[in-house]
């Protein structure tokens, strides 16, 4: 299976277990690596099958949790430090355990179970892990029985993470007084699920990373996994993170001509909503002679067909189209004669007529009008894992689709973005207004958006009030699709723009105005809760979803 | 004559466990009638809570599941023909109202707001009802209570009690008790050990993080009785979770393999 179709699986079950996110990144194919967890980050293998992802994601989880000390190398030999970190290993698996003890039949399939008659280090490593886990498996081998003499009998040390590295000191030294081989520059790290333990030494003094093993050969093959030299992969994109850094002026840019409006902030310590505080700017949007962009929407589009047309189907369902008349109702505005003269009849039989005797119009009236607001800021130019798109791209596909279903519906839309820079310069854009019909020309326009700078929704969000408060509609909706918090260049309170959000919101609601925000940050329930209520967000953690979620999210929503 | 609402009394003690001072706040409500408003995700023991103090009190109560298609005259009451003519039959509220039940309206958001504002007149001071089709002007019995029951997780932008409804009410919050309450709840009603019990309460738990990334609500402790009641009957536990919790809730399958992980996990 590739990483893509298990990810969001294995994202919701971290997220049961342990309650926090990590963050992961895969492997390029060409590199068989085993899984390697460090400064945070977790590298994979591309492709596994679905249960060693999860045996390796709880492990690591395990170690995030309970690995909290790095260790120095000092003086230890590799074969100490093998056996520091295999006792690492053993220590927060048992802890994990302790919470969870079923996890045992997740990871116990992974380690081999007859013992090999081998006498290698490798081979001894392996049956320690094992003996380590399972109490009831039984191995004579007299290293591994005092290993886990000596484990057991700290017990009540588990939750000490320097226990793993003296245990490994002695254990090692044991084994090195044996004699028995150990070539560390070959070995790979037993069972397969089991990360390569970088996360438990500190990084050594020169630039390049290396190993935890003294010697810094780099092999030939790709086998050996604990190599730290001469890794492969790309870091993170520098350029980019330099673009987004916090606090720093904005951007020296002159601001585009277009249609300016004031609107307040609030600010949270004085606890004032400053008047005339932000300048939004309606930037016109021109429709460009179609280009690559656009013909990338519309066979974005033609490949979402079956979603459309399963959504036509729902919608259908609905039959909104025209209203329906409903015969034998109890309460209705004519009389149903069929049903009359039946009950009649009844009557005269002596038998309690059914009073169901009306006939009504089913005028199911639908009187929405929605106004879906798209983040365009920088970070939305990152690509959605397993669909070569951005967020943008993906965003657009999904607004593309809802204003098509909508049109059906016949209900009233629009779609708008935003994007800011400085409180001086919130840039909003109107990509399709209220009563306009979707078009090719509509479409050319959508796909020309460009990516770029930050996210004051407050601001956004009361514009978008501005241009719903002259609708009339019996509900009226802002739906924001975001990427990320609330933020701009020139705040520095990670609090501030959440607050002035909530505090938008709630002038809107005040207006009879509701808000929804769906959010495609996975850490966003730290403000996506406080800004816009427990009831008017949801989290989306597969971006590639969106086309789909959006609009059924939508009916759903709007009953 | 006979006690017309006879079939509406709570004849057997319903086993109720207190999580907070619900009790005592009813009460004081109940003494002062003012309508009340029980809020809470469903399954975490509102209208067990209602049937308990009804039983406390010794007071009828007349529940209404509410819906969609509920009309006014569901509630209220309406003619009906028999071979002698039209009768007029109460409905369950004209009955509380009259004869002084405790009339508990269950997950009113369902109900379209037209039909609810139908409770408006009972709500404040005037405490009448008045029956248009009838042309009666019903006065409220001293005993008749009014109880509602509302999920504030229910996200649908349409259906949202009015403002001018909600603040007729005081409200007790519910939610998931803490777990070793829970626990206790689940042994007793599931009729499985504590140690059992226990650990299906912290399955649930690990559901409730997945609440907004995928679930819309974590697990019930009703959900959890359920898995309880299916393993005192010899069911294995993992696949008593898997049948009561797991499968109803979602047919998401990355949602369905995270859950069901996490019940492999606890167990």
């Known amino acids: 299976m590739h990483w893509s179709e298990a990810e969001r699986a294995q994202a919701l079950g971290l997220r049961a277990l342990w309650g926090q996110p990590l963050e992961w990144k895969v492997r390029e194919a060409s590199v068989a690596r085993a899984p390697s967890f460090d400064e945070g980050l977790l590298r994979l293998p591309p492709r596994a099958p679905e249960r060693l992802y999860a045996a390796t994601v709880h492990h690591v989880a395990a170690h995030r949790r309970y690995s909290t000390l790095k260790f120095a190398r000092g003086s230890l030999r590799p074969m100490q430090t093998a056996i520091a970190g295999l006792i690492e290993d053993a220590r927060v698996e048992r802890l994990a355990l302790q919470e969870y003890p079923g996890l045992q039949r997740l990871w116990l399939p992974f380690h081999a179970d007859t013992p090999t008659h081998s006498m290698n280090a490798p081979a001894l490593f392996a049956r320690l892990a094992r003996a380590l886990l399972d109490d009831g498996h039984e191995d004579l081998n007299p290293f591994v029985a005092k290993a886990r003499r000596m484990f057991h009998a ?53 630039p390049e990373r290396r190993s935890p093993f003294d010697d810094a050969q780099t092999l030939e093959t790709g086998v050996s996994m604990m190599q730290g030299a001469g890794e492969q992969e790309p870091e993170f994109d520098a350029p980019e993170q330099a673009a987004r850094v916090v606090g720093a002026d904005p951007q020296e840019d ?20 400053r008047p005339v505080w932000c300048t939004v700017r309606e930037i016109p949007v021109p429709t460009p002679p179609d280009g690559a962009a656009a013909a990338r929407l519309a066979g974005d589009l033609q490949g979402q067909a079956d979603t459309l047309a399963r959504m036509s189907r729902l919608i259908d369902a609905l039959q909104l189209e025209r209203p329906r008349r409903l015969r034998r109702q109890p309460e209705g505005e004519a009389l149903d004669l069929d049903a009359c003269i039946e009950a009649a009849v009844q009557w005269r039989s002596g038998v309690t007529p059914d009073d169901r005797v009306q006939q009504r119009l089913d005028r199911r009236q639908r009187d929405v009008a929605t106004l879906l607001l798209l983040d365009l800021s920088e970070s939305t130019r990152d690509p959605v894992p397993g669909t070569g798109r951005s967020v943008l791209e993906t965003g657009q596909l999904a607004s593309a689709l809802m204003l098509q279903a909508l049109q059906r519906l016949g209900d009233a839309c629009a779609l708008h973005g935003f994007a800011s820079n400085g409180r ?24 020309a958006a460009q990516p770029g700078y930050s996210t004051r929704m407050g601001a956004a969000l009361r514009h978008a009030g501005a241009h719903l408060r002259h609708r009339r509609a019996m509900h009226r909706i802002v739906l924001l699709v975001t990427d990320g918090a609330p933020h701009d260049i020139d705040i520095h309170d990670p609090h501030y723009l959440v607050d002035d959000t909530r505090h938008a919101v709630r002038s809107l609601r005040a207006e009879g105005i509701a808000t929804f925000c769906l959010s495609l940050d996975p850490n966003a329930r730290d403000y996506a809760e406080a800004a816009f209520g427990a009831r008017n967000h949801q989290i989306l953690a597969r971006v590639a979803r969106l086309p789909e979620v959006l609009l059924s999210l939508y009916l759903r929503l709007t009953g | 004559m006979s006690d017309p609402l006879a079939g509406w009394r709570v004849a057997q003690a319903p086993w109720y466990r207190a999580t907070g001072n619900e009790v005592a706040l009813y009460e004081a409500a109940w003494e002062a009638r003012l309508p009340l408003m029980l809020k809470g995700p469903t399954g975490c023991g509102k209208t067990r809570f209602v049937e308990y103090m009804a039983w406390r009190l010794g007071r009828p109560l007349i529940t209404v599941a509410c819906h969609e298609d509920m009309t006014a005259s569901d509630l209220v009451g309406r003619f009906l023909l028999d071979a002698q003519g039209t009768r007029w039959h109460d409905g369950p509220l004209t009955l509380g ?33 008045p029956l248009e089709k009838k042309g009666e002007l019903v006065s409220a019995h001293a005993d008749f209570h009014l109880v509602i029951s509302y999920n504030p997780g229910y996200q649908n932008l349409m259906k949202d009690l ?30 499985v050990e504590a140690a059992v019990a226990r650990l299906l309460v912290r399955v649930a738990e690990r559901s409730r993080e997945l609440k907004g990334h995928g679930l819309d609500e ?7 009785v359920h898995a309880g009641q299916l393993i005192r009957r010899g069911v294995a536990p993992v696949e008593a979770c898997e049948v009561a919790l797991v499968r109803p809730v979602t047919d998401d399958s990355d949602v369905r393999a995270a859950l069901q992980l996490a019940v492999e996990a606890v167990f």
């Open chain 1, 154 to 206: 700290a017990r009540r040390r588990w939750e000490d993470p320097r226990l793993s590295r003296e245990l490994g000191n002695l254990l090692g030294n044991d084994l090195g007084q044996m004699r028995v081989p150990f070539d560390h520059r070959a070995w790979r790290i037993e069972p397969a699920y089991r990360d390569d333990n970088q996360h438990l030494w500190e990084a050594p003094d020169t």
């Open chain 1, 254 to 273: 002159t601001p585009p001509e277009g249609p300016v409006f004031q609107y307040g902030e609030w600010d949270r310590l004085i606890r004032v909503e």
């Open chain 1, 424 to 447: 001086e310069d919130v840039r909003y854009q109107r990509f399709v207004d209220f009563g306009e019909v979707w078009s090719p020309a509509v479409r050319s326009r959508l796909a």
């Open chain 2, 97 to 129: 109202v009259r004869h002084g039940a405790i009339v508990y309206l269950d997950e009113v958001v369902e109900a379209r707001q037209d039909t609810t504002v139908v409770i408006h007149p009972l709500t404040d001071a005037r405490r009448v009802l």
């Open chain 2, 162 to 191: 009015k403002a001018s409804t909600k603040q007729r009410f005081a409200a007790l919050d519910f939610g998931w008790p803490q777990a070793e309450v829970e626990a206790e709840i689940v042994a007793r009603e599931g009729g």
């Open chain 2, 218 to 224: 974590g697990l019930s402790t009703r959900m959890l």
